[in-house]
């Protein structure tokens, strides 16, 4: 049994092998824009966290590096232990980099004579360098422990002391990396540097990271793409300056073009988690009892329908389908699923604990748990007419057992709109089917157990979901 959903592996030679989203369009015509962009240049990829903005940068480095473009990909947040986000820049550009020199004698002097200008510019320069060691700027191996103190402490002293000489190095930085980037003709060869990420990294280092690439790396050749939650990063922003500073205007400053990630339909993505839960040969082997055989259509539609009225994200979506996962196989082929009220529970459970809460109590009504679906599909409750009466539906079904009978008003204001002559012939029907539901949740009649649901969905505060 698959535990959790997997992370998507981007094929490099197929990028869009596994494109449950359909973002192939969006990246083909983003990469062509980046092709024919002015250097340099910013574009940030705004997006919220958790709505596949990894995977959409994975698949835009593949399409650039298909097309003969100098790409580089890395996590800002897998970095963000350097004490300078320019060492993490060196340490993984210095490979592509020397694959760009390809043994051009006067861009391996620029390329390491820009390596040594940097590693003047660090500000906390040595004990970086020498946690890291990866950009090749000083040989850390070679060193002495009295060597590396006396190279400390003069390096401390070149930073508070030499400020003119620091502008120099900056600049000698600049122009070591522009030649790298020349091409034959004159020309600055592009290279793409995408940073993912970026919004999870520690609020100073993130900010350093902005900073560093609009005042260090604004050189002719250099396309940077980053992808980040906005919103996210202006908390960053505020952590460091206060709350009443203006995040989102100052973030403007460091970036030329912002490009959100459209949403997409979910509805190829829940399949493709469907099939990797292997949920077909699961729902094979129950409905062999006829009573079950609307189980696995239930499930899969109200899923759809909800995810779509609540905007899940895709982390979200994954998570909920994994904790759903578990409590399926916990499940005996002998007691129903009760799917539309299980998916509304664990997604009810995600969102808003404290209703969930108030409306697994014996003593609680169905309505407030009602009014909170109204909430969310008043737009579709005619068009996902079926799905939303069965979610309605049971959730009065589960408060109109023998042991508990707690409906107020639910069933009456249905009662109440069929025999309304004014009533329209779609909210009739609508009423109707929750009626029926409600008073026969099951094909053989039998009522809701929700205390057994509940202890299996309980049964999740025991497991860790990454």
């Known amino acids: 049994m698959e535990f959790k959903a997997p992370k998507i592996r981007i094929d490099s030679t197929e990028p869009y092998k596994d494109d449950k989203l359909s973002r192939k369009n969006n990246i083909d015509n983003l990469s062509l824009l980046l092709r024919n962009f002015s250097t340099p240049i910013v574009l940030s990829i705004n997006a919220p966290w958790g709505n596949g903005k ?18 580089i990909y890395f ?35 620029a390329w390491a004579k820009a390596k040594k200008a940097g590693g003047y510019i660090l500000k906390k320069g040595l004990p970086a360098l020498i946690k890291v060691g990866t950009a090749g700027v000083i040989d850390c191996e070679a060193m002495t422990e009295e060597e590396v103190s006396k190279l400390m402490e003069g390096f401390s002293k070149d930073l508070i002391d030499s ?147 609540f905007r899940l994200s895709l982390r979200e979506t994954e998570q909920i389908f994994s904790k759903m996962n578990l409590v399926l196989r916990s499940t005996k082929n002998t007691v129903y699923l009760y799917p539309s009220l299980l998916v509304f529970l664990l997604i009810v459970k995600e969102l808003n604990l404290q209703l969930y809460k108030k409306y697994i109590k014996k003593e609680s009504t169905p ?41 107020g008003q639910s069933l009456q204001k249905h009662i109440a709109f069929i025999k309304d002559e004014n009533c329209g012939d779609k909210q009739k029907s609508y009423s109707n089917l929750v009626i029926e539901i409600a008073n026969k949740p099951l094909s053989f009649g039998d009522s809701v157990l929700l205390s057994n649901l509940v202890s299996r969905i309980e049964m999740l505060e025991r497991f860790e979901f990454a």
């Open 163 to 309: 400020y003119g000489k620091n502008k120099n190095e900056i600049q000698s930085f600049k122009d070591c990396v522009s030649k790298v980037l020349t091409s034959e003709n004159g020309e600055p060869k592009k290279m793409y540097i995408l940073i993912d990420e970026l919004d999870r990294c520690r609020p100073i280092y993130a900010i350093e990271f902005l900073e560093r690439i609009k005042h260090l790396l604004d050189i002719k050749g250099l396309v940077f793409v980053l992808a980040l939650d906005k919103e996210q990063l202006s908390h960053s922003v505020r952590a460091l300056y206060g709350d009443d500073f203006e995040a989102i205007g100052y973030l403007r400053r460091f970036i030329d073009v912002e490009y959100t990630l459209p949403e997409s339909s979910v509805d190829d993505f829940i399949d493709g988690l469907y099939e990797h839960f292997e949920f077909n040969s699961f729902f094979l082997e129950r409905q062999q009892s006829l009573a079950f055989r609307y189980e696995k259509s239930h499930l899969i539609n109200v899923f759809k329908m909800l995810s779509s009225a």
């Open 367 to 407: 309505e407030e748990m009602i009014g909170y679906l109204y909430k969310f599909i008043q737009n579709q409750i005619y068009e996902n007419s079926r799905e939303c009466a069965l979610v309605e539906g049971y959730l009065i079904a589960a408060k109109n057992s023998d042991y508990e009978k707690n409906l």
């Open 75 to 109: 996590s800002a947040w897998e970095t963000d232990f350097a004490s300078d986000p320019l060492l993490a820049f060196l340490g993984e550009v210095n490979p592509s980099l020397e694959k760009l020199i390809d043994g051009d004698q006067l861009k391996e002097k």
């Open 54 to 71: 990894t995977t959409f940068m994975e698949m835009l480095h593949a399409d650039l590096v298909n097309n003969s473009c100098d790409a």
